[in-house]
């Protein structure tokens, strides 16, 4: 769908003949466009931290007699630098996922020890709210890909249950074999997510409720990382949710002694 752009260059054959030739450019306007978006939202989610952190600098100077003012002020600037900070990282990793589209050729990789280190990394912020992160199922069979890569996609999918979680809920991993590919699971007992937005919420910067996530330290590109990193990896992600039922992602991963799927589509889409 979408319109054909196409670059025409017109030259004269003698007087009777005119040579046509019609360059495709579609494909390469279409890669350009999304790139200028990239970097018109990267400057755009940049300038908020940035700008704040100069605010706060200043503040800190003018209230220097004030201790109790100072306090708050650089308590707030810290939070701002590791909003940067982290937003920073993510757009590294998901330039880097985007540039290439090939399938990962990676190393056997164990899925029960990468939820398990995930759920371990993420523990302190479940306990903050109150909340149970539990694991159920496993898998025998490796998945060919990048550990860390993998860690970086379960972990995303586990900070954002916990995230937009209320208080003292449960968050639930499951592990299991399906058809040739490795499921993981994470299903979490918070607001869920309507219908309209479910697609909405992989691509870059799209947040439900911008508020929100800024205020809990979210990026707005965790879940375009998800889905680039399991595009990678021949593999999918996918939501099932309904409002004020919870949501659960999950991910599909071909496992290591099948056949694996050719189908990257999802690269660099978003
Ligand atoms: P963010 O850093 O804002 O969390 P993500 O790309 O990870 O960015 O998610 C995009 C948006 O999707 C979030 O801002 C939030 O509105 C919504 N979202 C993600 N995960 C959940 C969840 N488990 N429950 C409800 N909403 C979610």
């Known amino acids: 769908a979408g319109q054909l752009i196409v670059h025409v260059r017109v030259a004269p054959l003698g007087d009777e003949y005119i040579l046509l030739l019609a360059d495709d450019r579609t494909e390469i306007t279409r890669t350009e466009a999304m790139r200028n978006d990239f970097v018109a939202n990267v400057s755009h989610e940049l ?8 605010l706060l600098a200043e503040a800190i100077t003018e209230a220097a007699d004030d201790p109790k003012a100072v306090r708050r002020f650089s308590t707030r600037m810290d939070k701002e630098s590791r909003r940067l900070a982290a937003l920073v990282q993510d757009i590294i990793e998901l330039s880097r996922l985007q540039a290439s589209d090939a399938i990962v050729q990676g190393q056997e990789v164990n899925i029960d020890s990468v939820v398990a280190e995930a759920v371990d990394r993420s523990h302190l912020i479940a306990e903050e709210k109150g909340i149970t992160i539990t694991v159920g199922g496993h898998l025998e069979e490796p998945i060919l890909g990048d550990a860390d890569l993998l860690m970086t996609a379960i972990r995303n999918l586990i900070d954002n249950a916990i995230r937009y979680s209320p208080e003292h809920t449960t968050v639930g991993v499951g592990i299991r074999q399906r058809d040739g590919y490795a499921q993981i699971s994470v299903t979490d007992q918070g607001p869920g997510i309507s219908p309209e937005e479910q697609e909405r919420v992989f691509e870059r910067f799209y947040r439900v409720d911008s508020a929100r996530s800024r205020q809990t ?7 375009s990382i998800v889905k680039h990193v399991l595009a990678n990896h021949g593999g999918e992600v996918s939501l099932w949710s309904q409002p004020g039922h919870g949501s659960t992602f999950t991910l599909r991963l071909p496992l290591a002694d099948e056949e694996p799927a050719t189908s990257n589509a999802l690269a660099g889409q978003t």
């Open 47 to 54: 300038k908020t931290p940035v700008g704040a952190i100069g």
């Open 217 to 223: 330290g979210g990026t707005g590109l965790g879940l």
